[in-house]
């Protein structure tokens, strides 16, 4: 099998001249008539805080994952006007000043159906693999947003497109999938899915799939990534889609650093040295992906910032799940009586209290001292977590990151780059890469699939 040349060390690139030029000016036009005037915070220093806000709103903010997606599938949801519940909605975009967002083309492991992974001849046999019709389902979400909101979205499939949205005052807006199993194992859809516009895939939800172990489970199936897998990577570096490494387990991220032609990104995970959840990144893969050109984009989930919060969490969890079937046995589901008495239980249970931002804060500069400021963004997961940190209510709050990086002594620049300027300066580096790559041939499916790779 034909496999891809070893990774050179892609090393640092410089902020893509592209966004260097936007001046200030452009940003001036975005419309968030509130920034200037936003309170300041309780606690919070006033002459600090309006050198945050005017730095945040000159800055190009990304943010490479929020759920909303599902909430637009699922609920229905309409992002035009604001929202008294989650994390975000156009309004309150504008307001947060965040210019990007990769939204979550993101398909439940649940759609993997009971795919077996145990044999050749299996794969690929399940009727219940839903997996690509539910990413199909959620591409449509995303544009019927889009086509709701033409006067402050934009769809954008690269960095081009972006600087032309927010040159225009524009919310710009791409999509990657989370999960995989979305492409169910071929090469074609993954293509279809290139041509739709998403430009980043998950390779793995919290299943294995047929190509990747994910980190959310115990025992691996392939050992990392097999063949398939190799040739997934290289046709995403072919393509220009970036490589997102959140969820997979820890020798899948190796193999991908191994076989990348092109810096990875993991658009939503946090920082193992602080809380142990085996889908954040350790020290030791912070320096790989520093090594890689890579970015780590931080996951603001609770659970992923605090072992003693997700202790919490858990205990809570079983509590509600307990004390729900025990009402059930009294009272059917729907009764009023059910109703009263899940209230009565969730007022003598309520959540466990959110870590406090500055938990947040600590994994984002933790990732900054291990891997580098060029190495390190934000993937809030807004939408899809049940918890965020306290004060970090929704995507309003963003600027406070920038104010904090700021009151710890973080330099303008460095703060520049985590809102914003190494997620662009990675995607810029992923579509050069394509460039370079222009003619080499499509991969395609083959018998050697399900084979192991050489390590
Ligand atoms: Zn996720």
Not at 117 to 146: C, H, I, P, Q, W
Not at 242 to 253: A, G, L, Q, Y
Not at 273 to 291: G, K, P, Q
Not at 329 to 346: C, D, K, M, Q, Y
């Amino acid at each position: 099998m034909r496999l891809p040349c070893p990774v050179p060390t892609l090393g640092v690139f410089r902020v893509p001249l592209l966004f260097a030029s936007l001046a200030a000016a452009s940003f001036a036009q975005v419309q968030a008539p509130d920034r200037a005037t936003a309170p300041v915070p309780e606690g919070y220093d006033a002459a600090l805080w309006a050198r945050a806000l005017e730095l945040h709103h000159r800055s190009v903010v990304v943010d490479t994952h929020s759920d909303t997606t599902s909430r637009i599938l699922d609920e229905d949801f309409d992002m035009t006007p604001r929202a008294r519940s989650g994390h975000m909605d156009v309004p309150r975009i504008f307001e947060g000043g965040l210019d990007v967002q990769f939204y979550s083309i993101y398909v439940a492991s649940s759609y993997f159906g009971a795919e077996d992974l145990s044999s050749k001849e299996a794969l690929g046999k399940s009727r219940a693999n839903a997996s690509a019709r539910r990413a199909l389902d959620m591409v449509d979400g995303y544009f019927r947003t889009l086509d709701r909101n033409p006067a402050t979205m934009m769809h954008c499939v690269g960095t081009r497109d972006i600087a032309n949205a927010l040159a225009a005052g524009k919310h710009a807006a791409l999509m990657g999938i989370e999960g995989g199993h979305a492409i169910e194992g071929d090469l074609g859809l993954l293509r279809q899915f290139h041509r739709l516009g998403v430009r980043y895939m998950t390779l793995t939800h919290s299943n294995h799939n047929e190509f990747a172990d994910s980190s959310g489970e115990a025992i691996g199936r392939w050992g990392g990534l097999n063949r398939l897998g190799v040739k997934v990577v290289s046709e995403m570096n072919r393509l220009g889609m970036m490589v997102d490494v959140s969820h997979v387990s820890d020798e899948t991220f190796h193999d991908v650093l191994r076989v990348t032609r092109a810096p990875v990104i993991l658009s939503h995970s946090s920082c193992r040295a602080l809380a142990s959840h085996r889908r954040n990144i350790t020290d030791e893969m912070l320096r790989a992906v520093a090594a890689n050109g890579g970015v780590v984009q931080i996951n603001f989930n609770c659970g992923f910032l605090s072992d003693e919060y997700q202790k919490q969490r858990d205990l809570w969890n079983s509590k509600v799940t307990l004390r729900t079937r025990a009402i059930e046995s009294l009272h059917p589901r729907g009764t009023p009586e059910f109703e009263a008495a899940v209230a009565r239980f969730n007022a003598e249970n309520p959540e466990p209290e959110p870590v406090p931002l500055a938990t947040l804060i600590a994994h984002i500069e933790h990732a900054m001292d291990v891997a580098g400021e060029d190495h390190v963004g934000l993937g809030s997961d807004f939408d899809g977590v049940p918890c965020v940190p306290k004060g970090m209510d929704d995507v309003t709050h963003l600027p406070r990151i920038t104010y904090w990086l700021l009151a710890h002594g973080r330099s303008e620049d460095a703060v520049r780059k985590v809102l914003g300027g190494n997620l662009l300066r990675v995607f810029e580096k992923c579509e050069a890469v394509a460039v370079s790559l222009a003619g080499e041939a499509p991969w395609r499916n083959g018998k050697d699939d399900t084979d192991p790779i050489d390590r």
